[in-house]
């Protein structure tokens, strides 16, 4: 009898080793991902590797008092306004433990507006005040461009302490974009046009390292890079400056001089329908930042003007 136990045991042992530990994950979306002023906005905790979360505690950064406590994964705000701006955070307890997301409700509605980095500096830029929650397997970014520099410059960087290149969009010329993806780069060519407002999105996908350039809503032929590879989230992003350090080591012979607007980050890919929502500024899928969702600083000699 005594030996049956023990073999009992031993097996529920040797199974609850063997079985799979998934990670927990969490994570805030928002219906609709763009909210509207005085109309019913959601924000839905979405809780994956947990089967079955059992109480979910909503918080605003810098409010005292949680705002909501029980099995709900949903905090509804049956009429949006500008009160509601700001984080919130959502803490999911499971079997499996807790898990915590949180997210950035902005609205500056910049759609019309456009950063202008009126001249080549060291030091003026825009730092996005958003970041990944997670670790990145998949990324998107895009934005609008017009500048008449024919020297290097700096679009989008995206700096991790381990690596300042960890995502950087680069034009070192007319006629030519950078991708970089963890201090590597593809490049693709562009005609060297009449000065003219360009539109570009960025994607990659670590499953096959392939990367997807858009230019003015066109794909160009697909490249690859960095197979495999994960982008760190703890992240400072900025634009119109190439960072050499984490949030720094700016050279101004790299700093953007012109006008910037509509930069939109995702956590996937996108389809060439998607990329010309963008465009357009309605995208169709919530972004980790866009341009109707941007919290955002501006330092130095930076402008946003209609
Ligand atoms: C879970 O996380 C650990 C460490 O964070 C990682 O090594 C492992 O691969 C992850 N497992 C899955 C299934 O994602
Ligand atoms: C915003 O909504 C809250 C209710 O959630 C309400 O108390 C407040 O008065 C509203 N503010 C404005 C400016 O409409
Ligand atoms: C990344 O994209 C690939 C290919 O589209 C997909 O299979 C995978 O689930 C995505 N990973 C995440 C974490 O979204
Ligand atoms: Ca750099």
Not at 34 to 56: A, N, R, W
Request: charge should be neutral; charged fraction near 20%; glycine fraction near 8%.
């Amino acid at each position: 009898m005594g030996q049956l136990w023990l073999c009992l045991l031993t097996l529920i042992v040797l199974f609850s080793l063997a079985a799979p530990r998934e990670n927990v994950t969490a994570r805030i979306q928002a219906h609709p991902p763009v909210p509207t002023m005085y109309h019913q906005l959601i924000l839905s905790c979405e809780v994956t590797g947990d089967p079955s979360p059992k109480e979910f505690l909503w918080e605003k950064d810098g409010h005292h008092d949680p705002l909501q406590k029980g099995p709900d994964n949903i905090l509804l705000f049956p009429s949006f306004n500008k009160s509601h701006l700001g984080t919130y955070i959502c803490r999911a307890t499971g079997s499996l433990g807790t898990t915590v997301a949180t997210y950035n409700l902005w609205i500056d509605d910049l759609a019309n507006k456009v950063f202008v980095f009126p001249q080549e500096t060291k030091d003026s830029h825009v730092l996005v005040r958003a970041k990944p929650e997670q670790p990145l397997q998949n990324f998107t970014v895009c934005l609008w461009s017009y500048t008449d520099l024919t020297r290097p410059h700096s679009l989008f960087s995206y700096a991790t302490k381990a690596q300042d290149n960890e995502i950087l969009l680069f034009k070192p010329k007319p006629s030519e974009y950078r991708l970089y993806v963890g201090g590597k780069f593809v490049t693709f060519r562009v005609p060297e046009g009449i000065m003219a407002n360009e539109h570009i999105c960025a994607s990659w996908e670590s499953t096959t390292g392939i990367v997807g350039f858009w230019l003015n809503g066109k794909p160009w032929p697909r490249k690859g890079l960095q197979r495999g590879y994960t982008v760190g989230a703890e992240a400072a992003i900025v634009l119109g400056q190439d960072q050499d350090t984490f949030g720094g080591g700016f050279d101004a012979q790299q700093s953007f001089v012109g006008e910037m607007s509509s930069v939109y980050m995702w956590d996937s890919g996108i389809s060439t329908l998607e990329v010309r929502a963008a465009m357009r500024d309605s995208p169709k899928k919530a972004p980790i930042f866009g341009w109707r969702n941007f919290p955002y600083k501006t330092v130095g000699e930076v402008y946003l003007k209609p």
